[in-house]
């Protein structure tokens, strides 16, 4: 995208999913976007990650959505 450097960094909470294949990748390319981002690694799954380690995702996103008080 052409326009995409005139975009501002998001302010809001951002959670990246990755397997083997994107977990570096987000680790780099979300905190040029994102100010506030967490970055999860499932690294025992490929592209069908939601497939493979449905558990795994889901256990993330609730984390990420509802963390404990602390």
Same mark, same amino acid.
């Given at each position: 995208m052409a326009d995409a450097s005139t975009y501002g960094r998001l302010a809001v909470p951002v959670l990246g999913i990755g397997s083997h294949l994107s977990y570096s990748y987000l680790q780099m390319s979300l905190p040029y976007v994102a100010e506030n981002v967490q970055v999860v690694g499932?690294?025992? +799954?490929?592209?069908?990650?939601?497939?493979?380690? +449905?558990?795994?995702?889901? *256990? *993330?996103?609730?984390a990420f959505l509802a963390p404990p008080a602390g």
């Amino acid at each position: 995208m052409a326009d995409a450097s005139t975009y501002g960094r998001l302010a809001v909470p951002v959670l990246g999913i990755g397997s083997h294949l994107s977990y570096s990748y987000l680790q780099m390319s979300l905190p040029y976007v994102a100010e506030n981002v967490q970055v999860v690694g499932i690294l025992d +799954s490929g592209h069908y990650m939601f497939e493979e380690k +449905s558990v795994r995702v889901l *256990a *993330a996103v609730l984390a990420f959505l509802a963390p404990p008080a602390g």
